[in-house]
Structures are given as C-alpha cells and as structure tokens.
C-alpha cells in the first residue's frame, strides 16, 4: 500500500499570506498526485490533478509542483475563501488520501 | 454539467448491508469510472472502490471482502453495497466521478450504524 503523509497538519496564516503545504509519498507515484480542497460540511473539491495541472476554473493563485515521491500545494496569497482543509490524494496503485491540513487563521 | 446525487438508508443496524445509490445526471454514466469514498466524523477520506461504466470494479484491498460496486446504465446511477457493518462504518459517503483524481462530487449523505 502506498501511504501519504502531509505536513503540517494545521496551518495559521493571515489573508495575503503565501502558503505551503507538503505531501509525501511511501513510495514513487510519479506525477499521479491530486490536491482537493474541503470545506465544512460539504464535498471535496478537485483543485490539481496529475501534480501541478490546475483544475479548468480554479484561481491561478492555486500551484502544485513535486513528483516521484514529494509534492507542494501553495497558495500565493492566501482569500478568505481558502481557508479550509486540503488533501492530497495517490493515483498511482489504487487510491490514498493524506490525512488532510487545516489552513485556519 | 455534470450532477451526482447520493441516496440511500440513514440509519443502518449493525450486522447488516449498506446500500446506497448515486444518480448521475447531466451526463451520460458510459465511458467513465465512478468511485465511492467515505469520510468518518471529523476524520479523513477513505477510498472504497471504484467502477467502470462497462462493470470492471477496483475495490479498497481493506474493505474488498465486504464490497460490492455495480452500475446500471439505463438508470444513469451506480451502487454501492457494504456487508456486515459495525459502527466504524459510521460516515458520510461520497460518489464521485474518476477512476484517478476525482473532478466531480455528489454531496454525500451521512450513514449512521446503530441499533
């Protein structure tokens, strides 16, 4: 099984704020990574496919980079709207979720 | 676009089977994948499985014994059935269209296993 581990678990930042956030991976997924963004009560939603290509309607202020086994989501400056949790998500064998990061203020 | 809609039972006894249904509308069901992911209360995003619209299924190593993904294309949804549940079945439960990153969410529907 392929595990992901994400870091940091809970992020405090302000409005303008860039930030980061790191995925690694147990082993070598290639670029087969995802990032989603969750907000309270609702559904995930697909931000970044196949490591750093951003979804059709998703802010530009939105990036992914990594492949192989570490990734980086970053927000360069960070809306009131992003503050949310955010996953990273394998699609090299099966699925993994990370265990998610809190961008709180 | 594209709409996914969860249904299904609120409330299931423990030992017994989950079904839920997503509806796919919008779209067509045929030539995609469609998965079920799950979300226990105030943790993260598990991966059940997922299905071709042709039938093939691709099921969580983890919960694969218990497991049982089907589609209906005249209808436009697929299913999902859990056996023998327990209470850490408890969650709510996610559709989704993609074999791979996962582009469209229905709205999930809370399952609660009790007596």
């Known amino acids: 099984d392929i595990q992901l581990t994400q870091s940091p678990s809970t992020l405090s930042a302000s409005v303008g704020d860039r930030v980061s956030i790191t995925c690694r991976a147990s082993q070598s997924i290639s670029g087969w990574l995802a990032w989603y963004q969750q907000k309270p009560g609702k559904a995930p939603k697909l931000l970044i496919y196949?490591?750093?290509t951003l979804k059709t309607g998703v802010p530009s202020r939105f990036s992914g980079s990594g492949s192989g086994t570490e990734f980086t989501l970053t927000i360069s400056s960070l809306q009131p709207d992003d503050f949310a949790t955010y996953y990273c998500?394998?699609?090299?064998?099966?699925?993994?979720f990370g265990p998610g990061t809190k961008v709180d203020i | 676009q594209v709409q996914l809609q969860e249904s299904g039972p609120g409330l299931v006894k423990p030992s017994e089977t989950l079904s839920l249904t997503c509806n796919v509308s919008?779209?067509?069901?045929?030539?995609?994948?469609w998965s079920w992911i799950r979300q226990p209360p105030g943790k993260g995003l598990e991966w059940i499985g997922y299905i071709y619209s042709s039938g093939n299924t691709y099921y969580n190593p983890s919960l694969k014994s218990r497991v049982i993904i089907s589609v209906d294309t005249s209808k436009n949804q697929f299913s999902l059935k859990l056996t023998a549940v327990t209470a850490v079945d408890t969650a709510v439960y996610y559709c989704a269209r993609g074999g791979s990153f996962l582009d469209v969410w229905g709205k999930g529907t809370t399952v609660t296993v009790s007596s």
């Open positions: 196949k490591a750093s």
């Open positions: 919008g779209g067509s069901i045929s030539t995609y994948y």
């Open positions: 998500q394998q699609y090299n064998s099966y699925f993994t």
